[in-house]
T-cell receptor
Framework: DQQVKQNSPSLSVQEGRISILNCDYT??????FLWYKKYPAEGPTFLISISSIKDKNEDGRFTVFLNKSAKHLSLHIVPSQPGDSAVYFC???????????FGPGTRLSVLP | DAGVIQSPRHEVTEMGQEVTLRCKPISGHNSLFWYRQTMMRGLELLIY????????DSGMPEDRFSAKMPNASFSTLKIQPSEPRDSAVYFC???????????FGPGTRLTVL
């Protein structure tokens, strides 16, 4: 049973437009959420995170929104750039602070 | 800081052989995780350690898999005997417990023929 879901396996966006990646979770004990970006032949790299006490966190072109009542978070990238093309993983940490659960990933393609 | 170090980067072996993957976490991090990435299951947690103690190994597929962390700066994941279905990319990651982010190594691509 997947506790973290990313229902879109892939997404294509035109350069300069907004990319919106979605993530849903089932475990109400998750208290910290992260997005990771992964290029081929590399390990995932941390992108942005949000605590469950917030509903928005922004870092440059990247913004993460959290809707706790819906158990839903999203990553917005604006404007999208070709270098953003990668697989994006949503992850959640339980409130014991030790285990990280990852979604299956969404492959983003930003077209020039 | 060199980040999380994994070796080897690539491993090709024959079915039935023993495989050992190695990881050096970021200095000062007290939690270490082994993940496996496959097309079918994405990133799945195999086992994680906190202060060198295994906390949750429920993700380890079967008895053929074992992991150790003899000290704070080294961990191994061993598969004996290996099978073709073990072919995947294995990632090691570390974190400073309680502060959030997980830092991944570059992974070991394992191919079992």
């Amino acid at each position: 049973d997947q506790q973290v879901k990313q229902n879109s396996p892939s997404l294509s966006v035109q350069e300069g437009r907004i990319s919106i990646l979605n993530c849903d979770y089932t475990n109400s004990m998750f208290d910290y959420f992260l997005w990771y970006k992964k290029y081929p032949a590399e390990g995932p790299t941390f992108l942005i995170s949000i605590s469950s006490i917030k509903d928005k966190n922004e870092d440059g072109r990247f913004t993460v929104f959290l809707n706790k009542s819906a158990k839903h978070l999203s990553l917005h990238i604006v404007p999208s750039q070709p270098g953003d093309s990668a697989v994006y993983f949503c992850a959640a940490r339980d409130n014991y602070g030790q285990n990280f659960v990852f979604g299956p990933g969404t492959r983003l393609s930003v077209l020039p | 800081d060199a980040g999380v170090i994994q070796s080897p980067r690539h491993e090709v072996t024959e079915m039935g052989q023993e495989v050992t993957l190695r990881c050096k976490p970021i200095s000062g991090h007290n939690s270490l995780f082994w993940y496996r990435q496959t097309m079918m299951r994405g990133l799945e947690l195999l086992i994680y350690f906190n202060n060198n103690v295994p906390i949750d190994d429920s993700g380890m597929p079967e008895d053929r898999f074992s992991a150790k962390m003899p000290n704070a700066s080294f961990s191994t994941l061993k598969i004996q005997p290996s099978e073709p279905r073990d072919s995947a990319v294995y990632f090691c990651a570390s974190s400073l417990g309680g502060t959030g982010s997980l830092f991944f190594g570059p992974g070991t691509r394992l191919t079992v023929l």
